[in-house]
């Protein structure tokens, strides 16, 4: 939710700065904006829209026009010789609306009254009403109706400046004020989340970064360090980073980093290395990221099972749960929660572990969770399931459930992320960076590694060695098995032709496939605008089957499992009504061409892998839905990729 860069160095700010938020844009994108320091001034442009509305304002449409209002930041144009303006800091924000609707005027970075102070924030301040009408008694005067803007105006009422406004009543004083200082009495004064960078006119060399709640990462290159909200930004320039904790601030200058708390204890922190490779950040010649992470799954699903089995032993290694094994063995009842497609992987989990690990498991929206009064006990584990390891609600969910002394665990790809951070215990996902907003490879990966979890439990208690190696023996075959899957690109892309008109659709399964038509349905409403709903086979007669008639087409995910007979019959009801039905089924089921109007094939696995396998043409179908109707695959409207608000 909204991306931040901050770029510090020896280098032009400004391509820093541009590449970052193209990296970062997946985050949010409803507008953007730069601030960057010219000479003695802190100049910044903003745009409504993508990325790219902002370059065009900077650069021009063509790049070599010299109409460009901001020609005189610099010659930017795709030859190698480029040349951009000298300024070396800058911070800049790609936004996803909560306060204030997307327009130039409420997009970061924002100012205080004087246009001294520019910060980018992501994160929303709760109590900004309150603090906003206090500064406006004061005489603040507000440009935009973000929460934002507050945090510049209350950093400027600590900040003692020579006041060239006389309407403005802000301490009076002389310049050169305790910028550190005034930007800790402030944050005190906050509620809510943040990431802020910051930057000021007095100080041409240097760069504040905040943190409470929204992540925030210092990348450390030989000669620049970049601020940004995720690793992604920074990995084509540093390849060390330092993660900043909730009430941290950093002071960043071209020959020091200090970081201290909000009482200004100075506080020592780790340099961690980045592994992520930038070839993985890339599109690597697919057409939207979303199309290369779902054929990159054979190889995400092995890099999350693999060093993780002992196969003669039925045994799964877990070296994340190493520390906690002991008290696994008391666990009697997990809660998993996660949300959106995280929330589906663990609905598949619930069953896996209640019918083979035998632990009474419940699943929960994590948005949900924080506001019960959950039941929780010392035998009580929690299992957050997280691609990102930021979802405010997710996060929210842990910390409720460590207030009730829960153990906490959790499932999630990015490393070092808050969640990652905040859990006990944990596996992370292996899977590489995951750009799409649509989630396609940490879906499959979170299943996959939801069934070494399984195995792990499971056979702490009375799960058979021939069950724990049979589970492996099956997982180990996944990954092929997926790529048989997606050799049949062409003709789901050919389904896809035929139904791309069609307005709403049901996606039906049941048992461990029943969270496959939740996410199957999810994947298609959230990049292709069409309605669909999931919901399980036997419940679809209890009122929704109403709906359907010759344009209502519905997918069925019916392998052949222990509920195949089940399957069937609910799809005749649906046949008999005059519905159009698109099966998933499994390969050599010939019974199904006798209902299906359209049949995906998939090979023959475990009925608790089956979701794995299922979800893989469920996730191109909507991929090409979305392409078809030429819509923004990667970016689709609305959303952002990290949910860091509640
Ligand atoms: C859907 C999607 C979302 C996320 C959800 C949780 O394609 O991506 O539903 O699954 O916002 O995100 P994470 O896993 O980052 O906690």
Redesign the pocket.
């Known amino acids: 939710m909204c991306g931040i860069v901050g770029y510090l160095g020896e280098n032009s700010a400004l391509p820093a700065l541009i590449d970052g938020l193209r990296r970062l844009e997946y985050r949010g994108y409803d507008s953007s904006g730069i601030a960057l320091r010219l000479g003695s001034d802190i100049q910044s442009v903003k745009a409504v829209g993508k990325i790219k509305a902002l370059e065009e304002k900077i650069f021009g449409k063509d790049v070599k026009s010299p109409q460009s209002p901001f020609a005189k930041w610099g010659n930017y144009n795709k030859s190698p010789q480029l040349q951009y303006p000298r300024g070396c800091l800058g911070i800049a924000h790609t936004r996803w609306a909560t306060h204030g609707e997307p327009s130039e005027a409420n997009a970061h970075p924002h100012s205080d009254c004087l246009g001294k102070i520019w910060i980018a924030h992501n994160g929303i301040i709760e109590n900004y009403k309150e603090l906003k009408e206090k500064l406006e008694e004061k005489g603040h005067k507000f440009k935009s109706e973000t929460d934002t803007e507050v945090i510049a105006h209350l950093i400027e009422d600590f900040y003692p400046h020579t006041n060239t406004n006389d309407n403005v009543s802000v301490g009076a004083g002389k310049s050169g004020g305790d910028l550190a200082g005034s930007l800790r009495k402030a944050l005190k004064l906050l509620e809510g989340a943040y990431g802020i960078v910051l930057i000021h006119e007095d100080y041409p060399d240097k760069i504040m970064a905040a943190k409470m709640g929204s992540p925030l990462a210092i990348g450390l290159g030989d000669t620049e360090t970049i601020i940004a909200s995720d690793v992604s930004a920074i990995i084509t320039r540093a390849k060390q980073v330092i993660y900043l904790d909730d009430g941290e601030v950093a002071e960043i200058s071209k020959n020091d980093l200090r970081i201290f708390n909000i009482d200004n204890v100075k506080i020592e922190k780790k340099i961690e290395e980045i592994d992520w490779d930038m070839g993985e950040a890339e599109k690597k010649g697919f057409p939207h990221f979303m199309l290369k992470e779902i054929f990159e799954q054979p190889e995400s699903i092995m890099n999350s099972i693999r060093g993780r089995v002992m196969e003669r032993e039925g045994k799964a290694k877990l070296g994340g749960f190493d520390s906690v094994s002991k008290k696994l063995r008391d666990i009697n009842r997990i809660i998993i929660t ?5 929330m589906h992987a663990g609905l598949v989990g619930e069953y896996m572990l209640e019918e083979y690990a035998g632990i009474p498991t419940e699943v929960e929206y994590a948005s949900e969770f924080r506001y019960r009064r959950p039941i929780i006990d010392k035998n009580t584990a929690l299992l957050a ?7 405010a609600d ?1 996060l929210a969910a842990i910390r409720e459930a460590k207030e009730k002394n829960a153990l906490t665990l959790g499932i999630v790809n990015v490393v070092g992320s808050s969640i990652a951070r905040e859990i006990d215990a944990g596996a992370y996902n292996h899977i590489g960076p995951e750009i799409s ?3 396609t490879k ?1 879906f499959t990966s979170q299943v996959a590694i939801m069934a070494l979890i399984t195995v792990y439990l499971g056979r702490q208690r009375r799960m058979s060695l021939i069950t724990g190696e049979r589970i492996i023996k099956e997982l180990l075959l996944i990954p092929e098995k997926i790529k048989d899957i997606l050799g049949q690109n062409n003709e789901i892309k050919k389904i896809a032709e035929k139904y791309v008109n069609a307005e709403n659709f049901f996606y039906l399964g049941r048992k461990y496939n029943y969270p496959t038509a939740l996410e199957g349905a ?2 298609l409403k ?1 990049i292709s605008y069409i309605h669909a709903e999931g919901i399980p086979s036997g419940e679809m007669k209890h009122g929704s089957i109403a709906m359907i008639d010759e344009n209502f087409p519905s997918v069925f995910i019916c392998p052949r499992d222990s509920v195949y007979e089940k399957n069937i019959s609910n799809m005749e009801e649906i046949k008999s009504r005059g519905g159009r039905v698109i099966a998933v089924a499994t390969e050599g089921d010939e019974r199904i061409k006798e209902m299906a109007d359209d049949i995906i094939y998939i090979p023959k696995t475990l009925e608790m892998l089956t979701p794995i396998l299922a979800t893989a043409p469920l996730q191109l179908f909507a991929y090409h839905v979305s392409a078809l109707k030429g819509l923004d695959v990667d970016k689709p409207r609305n959303l952002a ?3 860091t608000v509640e």
């Open positions: 996660a949300c959106g497609t995280a399931i997280s691609q990102s390891g930021e979802t997710t907003v649509a989630s940490a999810l994947k959230e990729k990290s949910v």
